[in-house]
């Protein structure tokens, strides 16, 4: 079993920059791919990046290459998303979930555990 804690989210100007976290427990994490969805009002859960189980490979949704690094240090059990050049589009509930499989993997039907989100708000 594993779960999931995300923090980092809150209010920031178009164009500047948030560092989202999300904290594991769980002996099995460092085996696991993760990933960063996000769901604004009235829309779907999107896929915005997932990394494999040692970092070695990543994954990015199309509206946030070059924006977005999704990280993970496995000895802190703790996966990162550090967004840059941030769009009042980008606001949403940004969640964290881990997979029962070591590669990237990118659907929500592929996570098994999911964090509670948290809130990103762009002003403009």
């Known amino acids: 079993q594993v779960q999931l804690v995300e923090s980092g989210g809150g209010l920031v100007q178009a164009g500047g920059s948030l560092r989202l976290s999300c904290a594991a427990s769980?002996?099995?994490?460092?085996?696991?791919?993760a990933g960063w969805f996000r769901q604004a009002p009235g829309k779907e859960r999107e896929f915005v990046a997932a990394?494999?189980?040692?970092?070695?490979?990543?994954h990015y949704a199309d509206f946030v290459k070059g924006r977005f690094t999704i990280s993970r240090d496995n000895a802190k059990n703790t996966i990162y998303l550090q967004m840059n050049s941030l769009e009042p589009e980008d606001a949403a509930v940004y969640y964290c979930?881990?997979?029962?499989?070591?590669?990237?993997?990118?659907?929500?039907?592929?996570?098994?555990?999911w964090g509670r989100g948290t809130q990103v708000t762009v002003s403009s």
């Open positions: 979930a881990a997979a029962d499989f070591s590669w990237v993997v990118i659907r929500t039907t592929e996570f098994d555990f």
């Open positions: 769980g002996h099995t994490f460092s085996t696991r791919a």
């Open positions: 990394i494999n189980y040692n970092g070695g490979s990543t």
